[in-house]
């Protein structure tokens, strides 16, 4: 029986489905003595340093989590779980931690982008159980802006490289913490998390050890989903983002499988966007929350949720705010969520009065899941001018010249699945996003959906100037080489595509395969 500590700030659906697929039972926290009657306890953290302390002070919970890590049993801490064992966090100055190890919790300082996002290597440091039937060059999911800096280089389990060298788990007798998300890394992951499960595991060095460690480039599979005239949930797939072909929704498989059969492919993340969300409020729309349930069961990388998250006034005249709609999704098994067209409408008003409220959707939901937890999608059009002077935009001049031979253009931001254009530009939205707590930018480009004639590189570029976040390319993918492109002519640290793979005109492991040897992936 493993005990479970979850302080309801975010997705421990993941933790529980991976451990119940290793034929384990989790028991939840729900009393201070659960803590002290516990065997094996995992503690998966997310969101943010303050507001963890504060919920467990709240709770009562430290003391009887202090008085179990000094009981020698079994404690595995992950991302947020594993910092809270220090004494402090630069991201909440003055909050204690648990102070069971000594140093502190440091942001990163470092030329590129943050949060750290993505699959990483692992360097050991020292034998531990928790390496069992690993060759010790795997790759596990990352996603954090925060990274221990311990005082004591002894605890130090795995270090990682990302600008610079961080600790990347600890291990102190029977008490073990990982950075990175085993739950959300593969098989692999699992495999760690088996170990930690296991009884009188041993303790072993893997037999490799890379003398340093990499971030790959992700490849994200994208699941545009709605319900077809006839009332399933299907996923659809636009040209230019018309779903339709003969008056009908293109209907290209069914969520839940798709999505399994990406996970089995190798896809580094999986991205649903409910495209209809704008006009349908997801609360109401339970399949949606169903198709993340059945997912997170057995896929094991990270899911994005995007589509309608926004606040909301129901028929009855109940409010939602966008939080809520948010948490929804979360305990439904999401990583992150996406915001498309309230972003939009956010930023605006930011730009406007220059003054950040505290109330949007961007900055409650980061606030409270951290920023690693919030995605911006845009749906971005081309506007072509002559003279950059023409309009109060961000233009660029760029190699491929308009109809009439205009050599500028912008990109003009897009609300409501790209219906409605709206007096701001792509690069503008995407640097106001991240004053307000984005954390990674969902690139798409409406002129390239579908297409399959590559990705904007212009486009790309432009945004990724203008943000210290990551970025997702995104719209246009067509063959293996336009991966390489995007990876090697621009610094996006992902490029999602949809219509090849649910065309099966290239799977995922060919696009991996194509990259082996040219740019960092997760093999
Ligand atoms: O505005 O917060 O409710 O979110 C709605 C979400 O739905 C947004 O993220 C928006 O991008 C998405 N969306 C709305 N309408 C459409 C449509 O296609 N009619 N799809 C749509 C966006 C674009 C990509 C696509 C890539 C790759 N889909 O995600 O998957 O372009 O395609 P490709 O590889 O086939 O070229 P809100």
Partial sequence: M???????AGNVRSVVNAIESLGETVRPVNSPEDILSAERLVFPGVGAFGSMMEILEAREYVAPLKAYLQSSRPFLGICLGMQALFEESEEAPGVPGLGLMKGRVKRFTIGEAVPHIGWNGIKARQPSPLFNGLRGDEKFYFVHSYHLAPDDPDVILTATDYGYEFASAVQQGNVMG??????KSGAHGKRILANFLAADTEAVTPPRNPQTTTLAKRIIACLDVRANDQGDLVV?????????EEGQVRNLGLPVELAQRYYDEGADEITFLNITGFRDFPL??????????????????????????????????????AL????EYFRSGADKVSIGSDAVLIAEDYLRTGQKTGQSAIETISHV???????????????????????PHRTIETASPGPNGERYCWYQCTIKGGREGRELDAVSLAAACEAL???????????????NAGFDLELINAVKAAVTIPVIASS??????????VFTRTTAESALAAGIFHRREIPIGAVKNYLQGRVEIRP
């Fill in 437 to 451: 707590g984005a954390g990674e930018i969902l690139l798409n480009c409406i002129d390239r959906d579908g297409t």
């Fill in 178 to 183: 990982t950075q990175f998300h085993p739950e």
């Fill in 324 to 327: 809520e709609v948010a948490s």
């Fill in 2 to 8: 493993i005990t479970l500590l979850d302080y309801g």
């Fill in 369 to 391: 899941y951290g920023s690693q937890a919030v995605v911006i999608s845009v749906d971005p059009r081309r506007v072509y001018v002559a003279d950059p002077g023409d309009v």
């Fill in 476 to 485: 246009g993918a067509g063959c293996e080489a336009h991966f390489e492109e």
């Fill in 236 to 244: 659809t797939k636009g040209d230019q983002y018309d779903v339709r």
């Fill in 284 to 321: 109401e729309d339970m399949p949606m929350l169903e198709v993340l349930k059945q997912t997170s069961r057995n896929v094991f990388v990270p899911l994005t949720i995007g589509g309608g998250i926004r606040d909301y006034t129901d028929k009855n005249g109940r409010t939602y705010s």
